[in-house]
């Protein structure tokens, strides 16, 4: 099984922050965790509002709880709040529902990290997930 | 007052892995608590996502905390979703409010444990718990 | 890097109890975790007391948080309690500094898990811990 | 009143890490805080165990939660250790009594943030922490 490494992360989170650059977005914040939802890298941009650590790290670790895109799972709160709060109350890292969350995997398909962003609308903190993943060569779970 | 054993817990747990085996389901993880809401006995099958293990248990805990299936806990959240949301936060183990979360009865009907099943929808989850309990030769609470 | 699987999680339950009973030890509690700290599987043996759970638990967690047995970390909270006692502070799964909870190392010498064991002196309960990990045919970190 | 921005604090933990491998220390984390303890930026070095982020970011929180380094606060701790353990507990991102978290100060000695390190012996991650400070061209709080 593969891993997500120090380098591969700062190129996560460059790429990121500079795909929400080209876009003209506000301030971001960009986690990116391993496959147990610890941490590897984080950075937040200048200007950001106080608690964007937790949102980008609970983006992710809520995408790594469930198996799920935090998208996906804000989908899934749409349909079922109050099965999708009581989730929160127990996950350690926190379970954000908003797009902005999204598992890295293998070839093989099995989740190695997650990236989370926050600081603009969710569509486009995925967005620049989703650039930050590609310009590592990694893969994003589809789902 | 009875309770549940060790082997008894294994036999759940095994019966009802091999249950969502025969219906094809996704990786599921199965807790069995004893009538204080302790772990007696957990797994979690390879390629599940990282919060099973409290996602079982607190939909088994939420059980045994309030005297229902997590299923009927489900359905008074649609009504009631503030209620419910609010017990989640003072209870130690969680309270998840989806089916899957059933309470095991001695012959006179006094909770001695539950079983708390995840990983596929909460449906199919309810019914791996159910045939688990059943394997044991134990009772599954009515409500 | 690897992985402990269910069935290789079982093996180290099944042996790690096993060897407590040649031993003619207290009913013992085992938990295998992880390389993230999150539970494989765990089972109490009929007679433990309530916390079982949450101590195997933590001395597993409490080794992978740090990189170092719950042994080491015994013998530095003699040194440092008030360090040692912050970090069971911010430590999401626990951290206890007591013998039984040893790392799980691959080839390379990288973490793809843990054990901890609990019931009897930390000790004997690390002695069943290093028996569960061997009849798996895994390997023990030696530090 | 003056701040670290995002570049400073990459320059910080570049140069920590770049210390730390001259020095030949273990895999180290550094986390860069604001004034109001929330995290600008994090790495974790390849090899790491799991807890490393809440270390490095509790030595620099806990630094800022009493204005004294996290070194003066593991020594308030051998003094008085049931007050330093009362102060982890209502302490929301921890307080970690040992060296390696300093403030940052601006030239009226105001807090503007603070460093975190940790993997190696808290001496060592203390020097890290300078060598980054003073890379940016910022200054150490003396105390």
Do not use: W
């Amino acid at each position: 099984m593969g891993y997500i490494s120090l380098d591969q992360a700062r190129t996560i989170i460059a790429a990121a922050l500079a795909h929400g650059g080209q876009l003209g977005l506000k301030p971001l914040s960009v986690a990116v965790l391993d496959s147990g939802s610890h941490l590897i890298a984080f950075e937040r941009q200048d200007g950001s509002s106080t608690l964007r650590a937790q949102i980008a790290t609970g983006k992710a670790a809520g995408a790594l709880a469930l198996g799920l895109s935090s998208r996906r799972i804000g989908e899934m709160a749409a349909e079922r709040p109050s099965f999708v709060a009581s989730l929160g109350t127990i996950a350690p890292a926190g379970l954000i529902p908003a797009a902005g969350g999204v598992i890295v995997v293998d070839e093989a398909g099995r989740a190695i990290g997650a990236v989370g962003v926050t600081g603009d609308t969710s569509d486009n903190d995925e967005l620049c997930a989703l650039a930050g993943i590609a310009a590592a060569k990694l893969k994003a779970q589809n789902a």
